[in-house]
């Protein structure tokens, strides 16, 4: 067996998908939420009989290999890899190959790894970080959880060690680990200089990247790595690799603001925890949450940047149809307030979450509008909140209650809360397909006449006598299959090991609109009117290609080629004729 059926054995897609989705059970399938689009209703469906997982709606999934890719933005050859790792399957290897032939990718994830424990060594040895981080109090285990490490107060240490670990300097460079200020330049400097250092993991725990906080007097309290082929800081959440299964079990996720906040609710036993990573949060962080979580509690710092920080996530994650909460804490940070008071903390995290907008209509209350164009400002970020509601529901429950504190009718907020709505000026949602019933049907953008009618072959075989009435398909789906099905016995399955997973979605789609439940004279009139579409459709492209060639061979004066075309001219509109 080869490596991907093997890998596709060992590994079926509703144990991959129900990693990422919550499934729930429908026949002999499982629906779902779907986790690349703003899904209100369950349109993502998953077919353990068929290895397909598949929205009809945003026209997204496949097999394991496609949804992986998909979900972590990968492409194939490393999608193979990583779910190789998983389910233990070997995969062929070159050792003829020099060391620099390997994928770039993971030349960088092993420069990376070959860092992290020169930090991790520097950490053991360095009284200064000890010493900080006891301050901070994060016990040991956490230390080691994290992986906390220490870059040396060094221009090149961490260079010099990875030069000798056998990685390039264009490699180095490309890992975040080294900086070259002038191209001209040849020498090389450590990006991260006395630093405690917090590696950065993607969602299956591999180290992507570092944020270093420093332990001295630079201006900078906290870097991060530079973006690079691994290390996009607008797809990765510190932490979410431990969060998960916590996130699983809770459909919750605390959303804190940098690392140690991370630290300090894992230490009160808090799991279900991330922060953004170098930046604030984004639309596709937002995504990511979804996909795992109903609601968000914000917990992020208390200051003015702080309240600016959650606005801004709750417009984020409101959007994307997400439930946002907030957790008001008393210190500073989740930190400071672990260290004052670690039962506090989680107290007010797990069971004094309120809605997000009861904290800001309470924040609202104590302003003092003393100038008009103060109060038109907060009127402005006011509308822009409710509208961010995902229902009309949320939005009535609100609007009452702002109405009072600007002094106004809930009347008169309604009006001005529907110019915004109808002006676009806060888009409700993404410009994509909520749910199969709002987008073109699929049949017409996903799946031709043609492939509707192969497909009625496919499930039909006594039909397969009206073959002959579709004319073979341009496309080399269509083709591939109408050649597999014409030289299939009756009872036997049409061969397509090229498409399987295309033949799959496209079966996948018939039994989703019942077309298996039709009797045989409803399906052969399905079939008959989907073989007149597409002999309709392949002859006029037919038509229109040998029009314009003929056209092309008489001014350039080839009689003999023109004779040919007019030969297959009359041809086309025999099958025209016949075709009706």
């Not at 394991?64 to 194939?76: C, L, P």
């Not at 180290?207 to 290390?231: C, H, M, Q, W």
């Amino acid at each position: 067996m080869d490596p991907v059926s093997e890998i596709k054995a060992r590994l079926p897609i509703e144990q991959l998908v129900g990693q990422y989705v919550q499934m729930k059970p429908k026949g002999r399938s499982f629906v779902s939420l779907c986790p690349f689009h703003n899904d209100k209703h369950p349109s993502f469906l998953i077919s353990p009989d068929k290895g397909i997982a598949y929205c009809f709606a945003c026209n997204s999934g496949g097999d394991i290999f496609s949804f992986y890719q998909k979900i972590e933005n990968v492409d194939f050859p490393q999608a193979i890899r990583e779910l190789a790792e998983r389910t233990g399957v070997a995969l062929p290897k070159r050792s003829d190959a020099p060391i620099m032939d390997k994928d770039e990718k993971e030349r960088l994830r092993e420069c990376i790894e070959a860092a992290q424990k020169f930090f991790r060594k520097n950490f053991s040895s360095s009284d200064l970080a000890k010493k900080y981080v006891e301050k901070r109090g994060v016990p040991a285990e956490l230390t080691e959880t994290f992986g906390i490490g220490f870059a040396p107060d060094s221009f090149s240490d961490t260079y010099q060690y990875l030069l000798k670990e056998g990685f390039s300097r264009k490699e180095i460079i490309a890992a975040g680990m080294g900086i070259q200020k002038e191209l001209s330049e040849e020498r090389i400097y450590d990006r991260f200089r006395n630093r405690l250092m917090f590696p950065i993991s993607d969602i299956q725990g591999r180290i992507v990247a570092f944020g270093g906080r420093t332990l001295g007097e630079d201006d900078a309290k906290y870097i991060n790595s530079s973006e690079g082929p691994l290390y996009r800081k607008s797809s990765i959440l510190f932490g979410l690799h431990l969060a998960r299964e916590s996130i699983r079990e809770t459909r919750r996720v605390i959303m804190v603001e940098g690392y140690f906040d991370v630290v300090a609710c894992h230490k009160v036993g808090i799991k279900n925890v991330v922060a953004a990573s170098g930046t604030a949060l984004t639309e596709e962080h937002a995504r990511i949450l979804k996909r795992g979580a109903d609601a968000v509690v914000l917990c992020l710092d208390a200051d003015r940047a702080g309240q600016e920080a959650a606005e801004r996530a709750f417009l984020i994650l409101s959007k994307e149809g997400i439930m946002v909460l907030a957790a008001e804490i008393t210190a500073k940070d989740p930190d400071e307030a672990a260290q004052a008071d670690a039962e506090d903390l989680k107290k007010r995290i797990t069971d004094g979450a309120r809605p997000y907008l009861e904290i800001a209509l309470c924040r609202m209350r104590e302003k003092n509008f003393a100038r008009p164009e103060e109060k038109r400002s907060e009127l402005q970020r006011t509308l822009k909140l409710l509208a961010a509601l995902g229902t009309t529901v949320e939005r009535e429950q609100y609007t009452s209650a702002f109405a009072a504190v600007f002094g106004t009718t809930e009347t008169a907020l309604k009006e001005d809360l529907g110019r915004v709505l109808a002006g676009n000026v806060m888009p409700l949602r993404p410009i994509e397909p909520t749910n199969a019933e709002h987008v073109t049907p699929p049949n017409a953008a996903l799946f031709s006449p043609a492939q509707i009618a192969l497909a009625l072959f496919t499930l039909y075989p006594r039909l397969r006598k009206l073959l002959p009435e579709l004319i073979t398909p341009d496309d080399p789906f269509g083709a591939a299959l109408h050649e597999a099905l014409s030289k299939a016995g009756e009872g036997e399955a049409a061969l397509l090991p090229e498409h399987a997973e295309r033949l799959a979605v496209l079966l996948l789609f018939c039994e989703q609109h019942g077309f298996h439940e039709w009797s045989e004279g409803l399906a052969a009139g399905e079939i008959r009117k989907n073989c007149r579409q597409a002999n309709r459709a392949t002859i006029l492209i037919k038509q229109r290609d040998v029009t314009a060639k003929l056209a092309a061979a008489r001014k350039e004066g080839k009689t003999v080629e023109e004779a040919q075309l007019q030969t297959q001219y009359q041809q086309i509109l025999k099958l025209s004729k016949m075709a009706g």
